[in-house]
């Protein structure tokens, strides 16, 4: 009984002993020690954090700098094993806001004595942690990045932005190095990566802090800046801020006033605003500047297609001006790629549109009226010219429901009854298999 009694005293004994924060730093060290003895023993690097993180939320520890160095070298540790990582993405944050941490509780000390951040003690481990902190983030973010977690990535990028204002008067004999072996400036890079980030996450304020310095420093590689002013336009287009939007545009256009991403912006700008004539403008420096781009052809095909649509319905007589230019695009486009359904189905489209606006003059006039032979003879050419185009779109693709609808309305009116009744039954048939 009394041996009993020992053995749980004992125990009891150890069980204190090990929720001692000042033993988990030192099992945490000891931990550290044997795992970069020996990096195939990742269950220290395990025993190691549990042990840190329990000392750093302590509170006879969680004041002292050295805890949170030694939490900052093994979550570093952590963010670069690859057994680890994979379950632990936010290591290289963690081992970051450690390091800050620890300078924070050092520069405290030191502003208690009347001394600056020069006087700083162990410098070489801040170097080198908050460096390691760096790759780590710089890796994790990129990682994330490929992947499409936007939001981790813009949290590794923007906290390496961190790192040498913190750390500038304390280590400015010898500052930390954000230059990777191969020339690549982390932090640069970070800056703008994170900047994407934070396009793509639809935060267009925290874009614009982090690129707009590298775009009109020239920071970055100068083919990325317009593609890069682009982005962050559209940032602010997609948050509803258009003035803003236009304003980064526009300053853009004067250092690249041909380059086409700028361009293909501000025609989406003009869209959303229904400025068509600024879009007209717009679209034929883009094709201008990219004769072969098919889709830029496409796209003033349809600029013109819907002033024509909209003039037609004023019953303005220069409808047949944007008329013709629409079929013209829309022919180049179909020239390039004569397999572009969206050509050959708007050419069709436009022909029949504008058959409507004869076929209601016809309407409105008598019989015995003299203008009506001209107006059922381009009523019928429109129809005809209609009917080519969308039958080399079906061929295009042969099961599109817009095409078959189209179809059996045009054999309708051209009064086919064998066609009109087969495109009838194949539209029921695509229905049906949707």
Known sequence: MKNLMLALLTFISFAV????????????????????????KSDELVKAK??????????KTEGDPRVWRYRGKIHNKIAFNAKLKADNSDAAIIAL????????????KLEEKGKGPSKIPAKLDFKTG????????????????????YDLSYKCFAGILTIKPKTAEGLVKKPVNLITPNKVNMELESARLGG?????????????????????????????????YSMLANAYQ?????????EILAKARKLYPSDQALLISEINIALGEGNLDVIEEKLKLAVAADKENIELQFALGGVYDEIFRNKLKEDDATALEFFDKAVEWYKNAFSIDQKHFNSAYSLGAIHVNYSNAFAKKMNELDLKDPKLKDLEIRYAELLDFGLVHLLT??????????????????????????NYEKYKNKVIEIQNKK
Request: aromatic share 6%.
């Open 196 to 228: 994407m980030s934070a396009v793509l996450l639809g935060n267009a304020k925290e874009a614009e802090f982090l690129l707009l310095p590298l775009l009109d420093g020239k920071k970055i590689d100068e083919k990325l800046i317009p593609s890069t």
């Open 17 to 40: 002993k090990a929720q001692n924060p000042k033993t988990a730093v030192t099992n945490a060290a000891m931990s550290l020690e044997m795992y970069d003895a020996d990096p195939s």
């Open 50 to 59: 549990n042990d840190i993180d329990f000392a750093a939320g302590h509170e």
């Open 393 to 418: 779109a079906e061929e295009i693709k042969p099961d599109d429901l817009g095409v078959a609808v189209a179809l059996k309305e045009v054999y309708g009116r051209k009064n086919d009854e064998a």
């Open 97 to 108: 806001n450690s390091f800050s941490k620890a300078w924070d509780l050092e520069i405290a």
């Open 238 to 246: 997609k948050s509803g801020n258009i003035a803003k939007a236009s």
């Open 130 to 149: 908050f460096e390691n902190a760096c790759k780590a983030l710089y890796n994790t973010g990129a990682d994330a990045y490929n992947s499409k977690n």
